[in-house]
């Protein structure tokens, strides 16, 4: 393995993929190449075998990212008792194999094969942005070309013009020496199936999508795997081109969805000059998506603040300050705030955007430095539901599997998420799965992309109403154990019988079954039923959820009765199976097991916990309250009520991202320090009195948890632009509030972390950097790690099954308000967009669209690309229709990456019954068309101008939204 | 106190009763979900009103949760 920080080569390629036993560790093969004798897995192709040995058979179209192809004929090598010169990349080792690599016939094979690629490829070397890092370059090298005896003056394919219409590479066909590569990788790896060949022979090209597509206008997701596999300048980063070939290589994780891909951040300097998937990474598997692989150029962008500021009223405009005099006022008015109002008028706000570290010293400096509970993380507005669910059914919060587990899947179900725009690389896996045959069932109110894809389609879609997912999962239960399709030895082994038969007796009542509950559902009880029966019987079952599962009034209920239905059928405890919440941000998992949750010490530990509470007072030196602190809603109550006056908001912007954007507005206005750590001036900023510039993930060392548990490093490319790392940040908070912090280092805080929580006993910085990354939980009992959960056992003991009844939602259509609003994502965003709308995938997504079935589209009068006014109970805004039929009559959907479309005005306050998690996805709403913004959008844009304003910079600075 | 944020508290305890319904001992689970999760400033507002006209308001189930927790506290 490469180290995590070299200087820049390319990782090594070993031409075709591991073989199935390869994966599994074997190495039971002897063959001998070049005199040189290797044992490798059964399966392995000699090509792959000779690289293993430290060899290199010259090749071009082949690279171990995907199936192996055999047209470049430049892999030629003779072997001990078989006829003629086999190509290497589709040979397979056998015991005792002999093999000749270099012989003076296959020397003249290759060069002559090299020839007549070079005799069509222009000789531009020195200039062309590929120079010295080019494998047909290399390979003319290797098989030591010295001459091309036909001339350059017959017809060639050299002057094609350049199709550079994606904002982030180009492709530049007079290059391409057709060995489809990039069409393999985007069938096999991406599977999006955009690229193909067009034409034949010496008339062949790559094309995207039609031949009268660019790159941009075909359904190419940008996701950059055909330019990682391209072995010229045909396909390649526009960076490379601006800047040159990179100098070092660091190995870091992505800082957007809960995958947690890992990257070699590929630098000149300290400038970033491409971000390329790591091979090595057990969660991309050298794969990236158009966000983490090109989106990055935030971090440079011009409305980044890089100074702090501090204003004493919302009216004024800021004060840029040094950091010395921002970090003074901010604690003159902590300390003075407490002393006046009490310890619990002050709160904080981790986020699931900063790292473990960071996260763990913003719920220390609020609990040690503050003296209250009053901490909360943005995860109360996505994954708290899983949090309780997960928590009550199986004893922990955590998904149960690796990603890597989705490949011993048979049916894979899917509910409330939607992984190809919101965890596109886990989505690619899961694709690559479901090609090869696992069955699909995807409970969405929307017709998703994974319902219907290239190669894909869903065996069964439950288009369900918004709001009524407990009762499709009880239905679903229903059918499982009144048509005898549950696994009750497992359940007898693994669970409690008694809870079970309670809730085997309930789900089979009459009024859960999918007839009874279709006129609720709006779901077919027929496919119901079918669905479940292939869940129950069809091999092991997987299910895979997401907010549109969290984020209702019956969130937790919903996670419970998801937990039940993996019990009932057996599918906990091995590969293939589980229940897997596929995490919005970065590090919403890390954030949770940092004890960011006012009820909770790091390790879901209560704070009413004697034991756990007194660890945490020796090595801190600090009494714990022991009653739980506010939530982020309780705080804002508390807030608008006169009883909470500071808050402390690191990476994180509720003003936009948290419901009915009204009373968030008017709770923040009614504090009195509220002290925003970012990277822009975001939406919460309006209404803040200390801005505290923060760092991007490039700039700092540090750890995230993805969705699966891993926790894998963070390291720093460059230097914060900032001026400080953001737990530097905190740590200078907490010295200025008298606390004695001296870390020097994120790993002095992991190793912190490690002796107060068990469940981090054995993770440190030396052991990440030694073994690249591990699975959370990891301690005497797990000491490498727990890739899947709950395998002997349950982490509770037995299995609880809870009784999940249907409570519809308070949130009602009605004549006012007769359809149903439900949100989501889309592909080239992220969450509200502050750090993708600052990049050129806007190209892609400029505006949020309002999507509404033609039949209430045209009830309305409304035509897609019509300005409509969305009205609910809460609010109204405005936005642009696309009429579609992804969605069903009476529901209409749309994203919420945009702070001008102000979707969160509109939706209520209502949240799930056991932890607040906001209701986001129901809202009773009117369309009507509309001519342009509502007054509310006008005063908030006018509002936000003005709180934008910097002294000295008035009339330089454009608005920051 | 406003009265809008202990209406909010109150119809929080009432959507958790509505929610436990078939646990064997609903009472009983929802005092534990309120103590565990609940700050104390809030469980003391809606202690307040739990004789006064906005508790009325509460489902009795809740209500006798709550009367636990309060009989706990006091």
């Known amino acids: ?961 | 106190m406003s009265a809008h944020t202990t209406e909010k508290l109150i119809y929080m305890a009432n959507q958790i009763a509505r929610n436990v319904t078939h646990e064997p001992d609903p009472v009983a689970m929802i005092a534990d979900h309120i103590h565990a999760f609940w700050s104390p400033r809030m469980k003391a507002d809606v202690f307040a009103v739990l004789d006064g006209a906005q508790g009325a308001a509460l489902d009795p189930v809740a209500r006798a949760a709550l009367d636990r927790l309060a009989a706990h506290a006091g």
Request: charged share 25%.
């Open chain 1, 1 to 961: 393995m490469d180290s995590e920080r070299d200087t820049y080569r390319p990782q090594p390629d070993f031409g075709t993929p591991p073989s199935p036993g390869e994966r599994a560790g074997a190495a039971s093969v002897t063959v001998t190449i070049d005199g040189r004798d290797i044992a490798v897995a059964p399966g392995t192709t000699v090509m792959r075998a000779a690289a293993l040995s430290g060899g290199s058979i010259p090749k071009l179209c082949a690279t171990d990212s995907v199936k192996q192809f055999g047209s470049c004929r430049l892999c030629l090598v003779e072997i001990d008792g078989m006829r003629g010169t086999p190509a290497s990349c589709t040979t397979l080792v056998t015991e005792g194999m002999r093999v000749h690599t270099q012989t003076k016939k296959l020397e003249k094979l290759r060069r002559g094969v090299m020839e007549l690629y070079i005799s069509d490829h222009p000789l531009d070397c020195l200039t062309c942005s590929a120079n010295n890092d080019c494998e047909l370059q290399d390979q003319a090298a290797a098989v030591g070309l010295r001459d091309v005896r036909y001339g350059y003056e017959g017809a060639n394919n050299l002057a094609q013009p350049m199709d550079i219409s994606n904002p982030y590479f180009d492709f530049d066909p007079s290059k391409c020496i057709m060995c489809s590569r990039c069409v393999r990788a985007c069938d096999e790896v991406q599977g999006t199936l955009a690229l193909t060949i067009e034409g034949r022979g010496f008339d062949s090209k790559v094309s995207a999508g039609l031949s009268s597509d660019s790159f941009l206008s075909s359904e190419c997701v940008s996701c950059g795997a055909c330019v990682q596999a391209c072995p010229t300048a045909t396909l390649q980063e526009k960076t490379v081109k601006e800047i040159g070939k990179p100098e070092r290589a660091t190995v870091t994780t992505c800082a957007y969805c809960g995958v947690g891909c890992t990257f070699r951040a590929e630098t000149r300097g300290e400038e970033v000059v491409r971000m390329v998937p790591w091979k090595d990474g057990k969660a991309n598997r050298g794969h990236s998506c158009v966000k983490g692989r090109f989106a990055w150029g935030y971090a440079q962008h011009q409305e980044r603040v890089l100074s702090p500021m501090i204003r004493s009223s919302i009216d004024e405009p800021w004060q840029e300050v040094s950091w010395d005099e921002a970090i003074a006022h901010t604690a003159s008015e902590l300390s003075r705030i407490s002393a006046k109002y009490g310890r619990n008028a002050l709160g904080g706000i981790t986020s699931s955007r900063c790292t473990n570290e960071e996260t763990f010293l913003v719920q220390k400096l609020v609990r040690a430095g503050f003296g209250t509970n009053n901490v909360d993380t943005c995860a109360r507005v996505c994954h708290s539901p899983t949090g309780y669910g997960l928590k009550t059914t199986f004893g922990t919060s955590a998904g149960t599997q690796d990603f890597d587990s989705v490949e011993d899947s048979d049916v894979i179900l899917v509910i409330g998420a939607n992984p190809t725009d919101g965890h596109p690389v886990f989505a690619s896996r899961m694709k690559r799965r479901l090609r090869q045959g696992a069955k699909l069932i995807v409970i969405d109110p929307r017709r998703t992309d994974l319902v219907r894809s290239p190669h894909i389609s869903a065996d069964y879609h439950l288009p369900l109403r918004p709001g009524t997912n407990v009762a499709v999962l009880t239905a679903l239960a229903h059918v499982i154990v009144t048509e005898g399709l549950a696994d009750e030895a497992f359940v007898r082994e693994r669970c409690d019988w008694d809870e079970y038969s309670h809730w085997a007796e309930f789900v089979s009542l009459e009024r859960n079954s999918p007839e009874f509950l279709e006129p609720v559902t709006g779901v077919p009880a027929a496919d119901l039923r079918g669905a479940a029966r292939l869940f129950a019987k069809g091999g092991n079952g997987a299910i895979y959820y997401g907010l549109g599962v969290t984020e209702h009034s019956q969130g937790s209920s919903t996670v419970m009765a998801i937990a039940n239905l993996a019990m009932a059928t057996g599918n906990i405890g091995r590969r293939g199976v589980g229940v897997n919440p596929l995490r919005g941000q970065n590090n919403v998992q890390g954030a949770c097991d940092m004890g960011s949750f006012p009820h909770e010490l790091s390790g879901y530990r209560h704070v009413s916990d004697p034991i756990a509470r007194a660890l945490f007072e020796a090595e801190w030196g600090v009494k714990i309250d022991p009653e739980p602190g506010l939530r982020i809603p309780n705080m804002l109550d508390a807030a608008t009520d006169g009883l909470f006056k500071a808050i402390y908001i690191q990476g994180e912007d509720i003003l936009q991202s948290d419901p009915d954007t009204k009373h968030v507005a008017a709770g923040l206005a009614a504090m009195e320090c509220v002290i925003v750590q970012d990277l822009f001036l975001n939406e919460t900023a309006n209404y803040a009195h200390v801005f505290l510039p923060g760092s991007t993930f490039l700039e700092k060392n540090g750890t995230f948890t993805n969705a699966e548990r891993r926790i894998q490093p963070v390291r720093k490319v460059m230097e914060p632009k900032n001026g400080y790392e953001d737990w530097e940040i905190t740590q200078l908070m907490a010295q200025a509030l008298g606390l004695d912090w001296n870390y020097t280092h994120p790993r002095e805080i992991m190793d912190e972390i490690a002796r107060l929580t068990p469940t981090f006993a054995g993770v440190s910085f030396a052991r990440l950097d030694a073994e690249g990354s591990l699975q959370w939980p990891v301690n005497d009992a797990a000491p490498d790690g727990s890739p899947i959960m709950h395998v002997d056992g349950f982490v509770r003991g037995k299995g609880k099954f809870v009784v999940t009844d249907y409570v519809p939602t308070d949130e009602r259509t009605g004549p006012r308000f007769p359809l149903l609003l439900t949100t989501g994502r889309i592909l080239s965003h992220y969450n509200v967009g502050a750090q993708t709308r600052r990049t050129a995938n806007v190209v892609w997504h400029p505006e949020d669209l309002l999507e509404i079935h033609p039949t209430d589209a045209e009830n309305r009068g409304i035509k897609s690309g019509d300005w409509v006014r969305l009205a609910s109970r809460a609010g109204e805004t405005t936005l642009r229709v696309t009429v579609t039929d992804r969605v069903a009559p009476g529901v209409v959907y749309t994203t919420f990456h945009h702070p001008v479309t102000q979707a969160n005005v509109i939706t209520t306050d209502y949240s799930d019954w056991a932890t607040n998690c906001p209701e986001y996805k129901v809202t009773a709403v009117q369309v009507t068309p509309s001519n342009g913004p509502t007054d509310w959008q006008e005063e908030y844009e006018a509002q936000a101008t003005r709180s934008r304003r910097i002294r000295g910079h008035e009339g330089a600075m454009e608005p920051a939204e």
